[in-house]
């Protein structure tokens, strides 16, 4: 994870905003849930963290042995239609923004006109582009 992220972590985190960190073990069984391997920055996020984030950006991830915010939420979606190809890292409202597995781009959906849109060429700058808008934000 760069540098740029884990200072936003570091200077706005509080109290309960991660679930914190994940064994590999429970990483795999994500992944073979969801019969996928995570992209590498994705990965080293949950292992990391789990799932959370800073100043109101939720990222879907892995809370406990027992669950999966982003295994539950990919499968809803996968019956839907999405993509075996994605997995669901963040909803909000109308929006669902899905990470692709292989390309590692985010893809942001809307439920409406239900148009994709490759919005970030990476997790990470899927990651540092969302904390620094809601950082803007709190001012």
């Not at 994870?1 to 679930?19: C, L, P, S, V």
């Not at 939720?58 to 979606?77: M, P, Q, R």
């Not at 839907?80 to 929006?95: A, K, M, N, T, W």
């Not at 994709?116 to 060429?121: A, C, G, N």
Request: glycine share 8%; charged share 30%.
């Amino acid at each position: 994870m760069n540098e740029k992220i884990k200072a936003m972590i570091h200077a706005y985190q509080e109290k309960g905003d991660f679930t914190g960190g994940i064994s590999e073990m429970s990483i795999c069984n994500a992944e073979q849930k969801l019969n996928c391997n995570f992209p590498i920055e994705y990965r080293e996020f949950i292992r990391k963290y789990g799932s959370g984030g800073i100043c109101g950006v939720e990222v879907l991830g892995i809370e406990n042995e027992d669950h999966a915010s982003v295994v539950k939420n990919t499968e809803k979606y996968r019956k839907l239609g999405l993509s075996r190809e994605y997995i669901v890292i963040e909803y909000i409202d109308e929006f669902i923004y899905y990470l692709h597995i292989k390309g590692n781009e985010v893809i942001r959906w809307d439920e409406f006109s239900k148009e994709e849109i490759i919005r970030y060429e990476s997790f990470e700058f899927y990651l540092e582009d969302s904390y620094r808008e809601a950082i803007e934000n709190l001012a």
